[in-house]
């Protein structure tokens, strides 16, 4: 990616850097959302720090819109070709593909959330590590239809686009370099991500 390979030598991408880092970064994040093995929090953090050390006042901006409406197309992407394998007789391999990535504990605290909750606790699954698919897949069990699922997620895409660039100007402010802020920010990022596996795995041994 054009904003990581400038990063890394310490310079800032111009005007055709930033023609093909953009759509880059929508399409990562957009094919993140739709099969969830992509860090897409990662990019947007990386992407930040870049941004940050810049000089063009809108490059962060940029960075947010770009980011957030890759993630909401992605998730309604996504959330449609569930809602055509739940109609289907046969289902689909999107829909086993949410299923697959929704452990029975964590979909049954989703329905359960879901009901009382409803478009906050979807705000909330976009902010929580492996939380996302377990809550669509609640929706789509539920039978939400797509005008609400679409209302609930644009928040929840908005604050999650904020929360991964915050991350990555933090880095940018603690590291002269780009590249040191990069660092920073994935490290922190995976370590995010990876907290309630860990927590998981420990607290039984207590």
């Excluded at 940018?172 to 660092?183: K, R």
């Amino acid at each position: 990616m054009t904003w990581l390979a400038a990063a890394s030598t310490g310079a800032t991408p111009g005007a055709a850097g930033q023609a093909i880092g953009y759509p880059t970064l929508f399409l990562l994040v957009f094919l993140g959302a739709l099969v969830p093995v992509v860090p897409t929090g990662a990019l947007v953090s990386s992407a930040a720090v870049v941004a940050f050390h810049r000089t063009e006042p809108l490059s962060l901006t940029l960075v947010f819109v770009t980011a957030s409406l890759a993630a909401f197309l992605g998730d309604i992407a996504l959330y449609w070709l569930g809602r055509r394998g739940m109609g289907s007789k046969n289902g689909s391999r999107w829909l086993e593909a949410i299923r697959r990535r929704a452990p029975e504990e964590r979909l049954a605290q989703a329905q359960g959330k879901l009901a009382d909750h409803g478009v906050a606790l979807l705000v909330l699954s976009r902010l929580v590590p492996a939380g996302r698919i377990p809550v669509m897949l609640a929706c789509l069990m539920a039978e939400w239809p797509l005008r609400r699922f679409v209302r609930g997620n644009l928040p929840a895409c908005l604050a999650w686009a904020v929360t991964y660039q915050l991350i990555g100007i933090l880095g940018g402010s603690l590291f002269e370099e780009p590249w040191e802020g990069v660092l920073a920010a994935v490290v922190l990022t995976v370590a995010i991500s990876a907290a309630p596996t860990v927590w998981k795995r420990v607290r039984p041994a207590k």
